[in-house]
């Protein structure tokens, strides 16, 4: 790994910039940005397993008087939360005639279809099937063994996390014109961040790839067995940045940030160095199926937790309520134009005219 300019923490976590270059004569990256290396962690990713788990929404969009529609792959689902609080979920469509039971209410765990009133607590009736569901207490996820087609896993794998009573926790969700793997290639493209997103980063130097230690690929040796939650997702095998967030005028918080992708529509940014570390940024890409025009459609659902270790950061976690919308706003900032540039991907690869 090539070395990385100093991390110096200082007892003030923001720092003002100096000497930084405009936006037109920083670096070129294109050199870098092999587009052979990203096709090759992207193939990677790929194959590695999912135990058939999709990303359907956040944990907090789950409501007690209503169930949560989303949709994987073209089919119809909804989730909500059944008599004991645990989640249940299953077919959107009423066995009876069809009804959207999205649009039905719940009473004491019970979802109640508003066509005829079949009932359903989350369990096989009357032609209705449920499927497993997940809550790791951020994101719901659902195993479609049908569609997914591998061996399939008990839970999710998923990345270790901060203490979640020490971290902010949000999720953005959007969707776009591409497939998966279109989400997947723009994460494990880091070196566009400075360029697509001066906004909001500047400084920004890869200062490892994959290529320089490769990762373990035996899912096994992925156990982490302080994880209760899953697998831990190969830190040494992703691509090392140094970059510095930039938040006002030349006020910026540098940091350097692990990117890994330890499954097929996964990639997970962990920043080891700097203010905040231990804090994730995990990007679950879930196709949606096509649009009225035969176009895929993929949704991206983006979890942010953020975490530090100094004494302040207590305010930081009772001022959560105010923070996780600007956090949001935040990421839907970046994604509006990490959409495009997804789309784009898409787009040129559908018409053959996709570079490589």
Not at 22 to 41: G, H, K, L
Not at 174 to 182: F, I, R, T
Not at 219 to 226: C, F, I, S, T, V
Request: aromatic share 6%; hydrophobic share 40%; net charge neutral.
């Amino acid at each position: 790994m090539k070395p990385g300019r100093p991390r110096i923490r200082t007892a003030v976590p923001l720092v003002l910039r100096r000497g930084g270059v405009p936006w037109d004569r920083q670096r070129p990256t294109w050199r870098d940005a092999a587009p052979a290396v990203i096709a090759r962690e992207l193939k990677r990713a790929q194959a590695r397993p999912s135990g058939n788990w999709y990303v359907v929404g956040a944990s907090r969009a789950l409501r007690e008087d209503r169930p949560l529609a989303c949709e994987v792959a073209g089919r119809e689902l909804v989730v909500w939360r059944g008599p004991d609080g645990r989640p249940v979920a299953g077919p959107g469509a009423c066995p009876h005639l069809g009804a959207p039971l999205s649009d039905s209410p719940v009473r004491c765990g019970t979802l109640v279809c508003h066509w005829h009133g079949l009932a359903l607590n989350g369990t096989l009736f009357a032609g209705w099937n449920p499927l497993p569901v997940h809550d790791d207490g951020v994101l719901l996820w659902l195993r479609l063994d049908d569609i997914g087609g591998e061996a399939p896993l008990d839970r999710p794998a998923l990345p270790p996390r901060p203490d979640p009573r020490r971290a902010v926790a949000t999720v953005y969700t959007g969707s776009g014109v591409c497939d998966p793997e279109d989400i997947v290639a723009n994460r494990l493209d880091p070196w566009h961040g400075a360029w697509l997103h001066p906004y909001s980063f500047v400084d920004l130097t890869v200062v490892g790839s994959p290529g320089d230690q490769e990762a373990p690929e035996d899912p096994e040796a992925l156990e982490d067995p302080g994880n209760p939650e899953g697998r831990a997702d190969p830190q040494d095998g992703g691509f090392t940045v140094d970059v510095s967030f930039k938040l006002a005028w030349r006020v910026v918080v540098p940091v350097r940030a692990v990117f890994t992708a330890p499954g097929p529509r996964t990639v997970v940014m962990r920043i080891v160095e700097g203010e905040g570390a231990g804090s994730v940024v995990e990007t679950h890409a879930t196709p949606l199926g096509d649009d009225e025009r035969g176009r895929p459609r993929t949704a991206v659902t983006e979890a942010v937790l953020a975490t530090s270790d100094r004494a302040g950061f207590t305010v930081a976690l009772r001022a959560a309520p105010v923070l996780r919308p600007l956090m949001r706003a935040a990421a839907a900032r970046l994604w509006r134009d990490d959409l495009a540039y997804a789309e784009r991907r898409r787009h040129l690869r559908s018409t053959g005219r996709f570079p490589g």
